[in-house]
């Protein structure tokens, strides 16, 4: 069994049980706001997940970090399931527990998550006439844009919906075209 999909075994039940909760405090807006937050601020910290990761570290100063850092910043429900988790000592997962997180309740709202690659940085209305596009093609109530910047496109852009790719750069031209010529 490879590594990720232990830690998605593990991180499945304490997302399912995190979306339960919050739906029966009727807190789901809120603590997703809030690990998405989280998941923001554990992306940009490899410090962070280095200190959380590693087990030699008590459980009580992680405990005091985390307070240090998130207390009267998200809701209590969210703060008491980091203190959970650190007692359980599964605070090494908490990365891919709001991913499951995230995803489950994308899911549970109808919302797609499509990742737009580009080279250029889009407009407002660029990007709302996408997503206007993107809930026609997915038949979805919301989606959720992910911009990534991709120098080695030309010009034009790729979405990643799924595992669809919807290849609209000057690059993929060029490479249709080549097929192409190559082929005749």
Excluded: C, W
Aim: aromatic share 6%.
């Amino acid at each position: 069994m490879s590594n990720q999909s232990f830690k998605e075994k593990i991180a499945i039940p304490y997302a399912e049980a995190l979306i339960y909760h919050a739906q029966s405090l009727n807190l789901l807006t809120e603590a997703t706001k809030d690990l998405s937050s989280i998941s923001t601020i554990l992306s940009e910290s490899k410090d962070l997940q280095i200190f959380l990761q590693n087990p030699l570290i008590n459980g009580s100063i992680k405990k005091e970090i985390l307070k240090q850092l998130f207390e009267n910043q998200i809701n209590n429900f969210v703060m008491n399931f980091l203190l959970i988790l650190v007692d359980r000592r599964r605070v090494s997962l908490l990365h891919s527990i709001i991913q499951k997180y995230l995803e489950l309740i994308y899911v549970l709202e109808s919302t797609t998550i499509a990742e737009l690659y580009s080279a250029i940085d889009m407009t407002e209305i660029q990007q709302e006439s996408l997503i206007q596009k993107i809930k026609l093609m997915t038949k979805s109530n919301q989606v959720k844009l992910v911009m990534r910047k991709d120098t080695d496109l030309i010009g034009g852009f790729v979405i990643k919906i799924g595992s669809k790719i919807i290849d609209a750069s000057l690059a993929g031209k060029l490479k249709r075209m080549s097929l192409y010529l190559d082929t005749n």
